[in-house]
């Protein structure tokens, strides 16, 4: 397919644990992103999801396999994949602005792209916020924040480590929205990890269902529903009721087997 943006190739990834002892968190992982799409990674807590996010990123490798951006192989960090973590992470000594040209100016391009700062402030709705520092602004705000300062450095990918985990819900679903204007005008690719599968269903084009560690893919959901789309809607609804299900089956004990 010539549209796939990103492929994960047999990847495998252990770790040890303080204790010592070898932790399996990703086995065998394989998957195709397309360009422009929308995905999101569900399962439950230490499944590997921000795991394959960081080797996505490039700020860990994976025992075994590959993964491949645009036919490269990816073996470090690079601008083309812009990461949003769920604090924001801003620099406290920078102002709004600031923030926002700090990709650029470490890239040595500012000056050639110092109008896109004022547009992007635009964009994610600071006007007037612009000489604010991290700490004058909400945790809303500032992810907006974080968000622009990723994606002005034009990214093919854009990485969002549950960048709405720690919001309250009317401010969750501001940064969604905000999320879904800027993907619709920049055509990004976006991968997103999070726990709330009404987020996932909200943003997606697919979900992936993995299972607990050893993360691999339980299952693959299509969301086809256009947008706007309302969470109270029966489609929306169906769909969350078979997500429900499958993350059950998915995180479920093997069962004992009888031989009589």
Not at 8 to 21: F, Q
Not at 188 to 215: C, F, K, Q, W
Not at 224 to 245: V, Y
Request: proline share 5%.
């Amino acid at each position: 397919m010539n549209d796939i943006i990103l492929s994960i190739e047999s990847v495998n990834r252990t770790y040890i644990d303080d204790d010592g002892s070898t932790v399996e968190a990703l086995r065998d992982f394989n998957l195709q992103v397309r360009q422009g799409e929308f995905i999101s990674f569900i399962g439950s807590s230490g499944c590997g999801k921000t795991t394959l996010l960081r080797l996505i990123a490039g700020l860990d490798k994976p025992k075994s396999g590959e993964l491949i951006l645009n036919g490269v192989k990816i073996a470090e960090p690079a601008p083309e994949r812009g990461y949003v973590f769920q604090q924001g992470s801003l620099f406290p000594w920078l102002t709004v602005e600031k923030n926002i040209a700090s990709g650029l100016k470490a890239r040595g391009v500012y000056k050639e792209y110092r109008e896109e700062v004022a547009r992007y402030i635009e964009l994610i709705g600071l006007q007037g916020f612009e000489k604010s520092f991290p700490h004058q602004i909400s945790g809303g705000m500032a992810q907006r924040v974080a968000i622009a300062r990723a994606l002005i450095n034009n990214p093919a990918v854009l990485l969002l480590d549950e960048p709405m985990g720690a919001l309250d819900s009317f401010t969750r679903a501001d940064i969604q929205d905000k999320l879904l204007e800027l993907w619709k005008k920049k055509k990004t690719t976006m991968v997103l990890v999070t726990h709330d599968i009404d987020e996932a269903i909200y943003l997606s084009n697919r979900i992936v269902i993995m299972t607990p560690r050893p993360g691999r893919i339980k299952e693959i959901v299509n969301v086809k529903m256009a947008h706007p789309r309302h969470r109270g809607d029966t489609e929306f609804l169906a769909i969350r009721r078979d997500i429900l299900e499958k993350l059950h089956l998915a995180s479920a004990s093997p069962q004992p087997e009888y031989i009589i």
